[in-house]
């Protein structure tokens, strides 16, 4: 299979990253089947469809013609044989919990065509933790797009030890057909190139603020305005989701036993009180 043999895409997830990756790959002219266990978030991801593609038209970004064409390449299920029987790729973006990704590639390679390669839109976990589970290792790996996935150029593209040169070529010019900007790994490692480097800010940061040396706010000026980072690492987090950080950091301390892995005292807190971020209306800022 190549790139131009990919005509039908399905996203797992409507969450914030799956709706957007659907719009984006709607917009590149693909048919996209976007599938969640939730209705909820289903119905959403379709009012935010159609509420954004107009706007990029009173934009001036989109043509009316444009919209209406990624409008109708659009389709909302919870039905994953239904999402997923006859698609060519898969971009999976569940939760950032492996044995739920497990299970769902369990699944999808039952349902999937043969010829489909199966994405993961995961941000730290490597493609080589799943693959085992399907028949089909080769046409795995891992495709991690940026939030906003709308806004934001860069993929990652990680060629697992398993996964074959087509299919990371194949994954690559997908990127480019959905005007990203992609970069090939081609050694897994534990949060790939742009995440180690945000954690090892983020972990900085969260020590800071938990010791009491600055707050969030003054930490977030200090980024901004000396470093030139275009958000700072505590309303970045907002934007991405604290419950996110929380649930990777855990997932690596149960692999590590690490007790620097463990998630911070104030992300443990945001957490536990469900102030997860925007998505909430507050996180370490206030969206009210």
Same mark, same amino acid.
């Given at each position: ?70 409008? &109708?390449?659009? $389709?909302?299920?919870?039905? /994953? ?9 898969? *971009?999976?973006? @569940? #939760? ?103 954690? &090892?800010?983020? $972990?900085?940061?969260?020590? /800071? ?9 003054? *930490?977030?000026? @200090? #980024? ?65």
């Amino acid at each position: 299979m190549i790139v131009e043999d990919v005509k039908k895409i399905c996203v797992i997830g409507a969450g914030n990253m799956g709706h957007q990756i659907a719009v984006c790959a709607a917009l590149a002219g693909y048919q996209v089947n976007c599938t969640d266990i939730s209705q909820d978030m289903l119905n959403k991801a379709e009012g935010f469809a159609r509420t954004y593609l107009p706007q990029r038209v009173a934009k001036g970004k989109l043509t009316k013609d444009q919209a209406d064409q990624a409008m &109708a390449n659009l $389709r909302f299920t919870q039905n /994953l044989e239904e999402a997923a029987g006859d698609a060519d790729f898969i *971009i999976e973006a @569940a #939760v950032e919990k492996i044995a739920i990704k497990r299970q769902l590639f369990t699944a999808l390679d039952e349902i999937a065509p043969s010829h489909a390669v199966l994405a993961t839109n995961s941000s730290y976990i490597v493609s080589s933790k799943i693959a085992d589970v399907t028949k089909r290792p080769d046409k795995v790996c891992n495709m991690h797009f940026f939030n906003p996935a709308l806004v934001m150029k860069l993929v990652e593209v990680v060629q697992g030890p398993h996964t074959s040169a087509e299919t990371a070529q194949i994954t690559m010019g997908l990127c480019k057909k959905m005007r990203k900007i992609g970069i090939l790994i081609q050694k897994e490692i534990y949060g790939f190139v742009v995440n180690r480097i945000l954690t &090892a800010i983020n $972990r900085e940061a969260l020590f /800071l603020t938990d010791i009491g040396v600055a707050s969030p706010e003054e *930490i977030d000026i @200090a #980024v901004t305005n000396a470093l030139g980072h275009p958000l700072g690492p505590f309303r970045l987090m907002d934007l991405t989701g604290i419950d996110l950080a929380y649930y990777k950091a855990m997932e690596r301390y149960q692999e590590t036993r690490d007790p620097q892995d463990k998630p911070s005292p104030l992300v443990v807190e945001k957490f536990t009180k469900g102030e997860w971020g925007k998505k909430t209306k507050k996180g370490f800022y206030s969206y009210e």
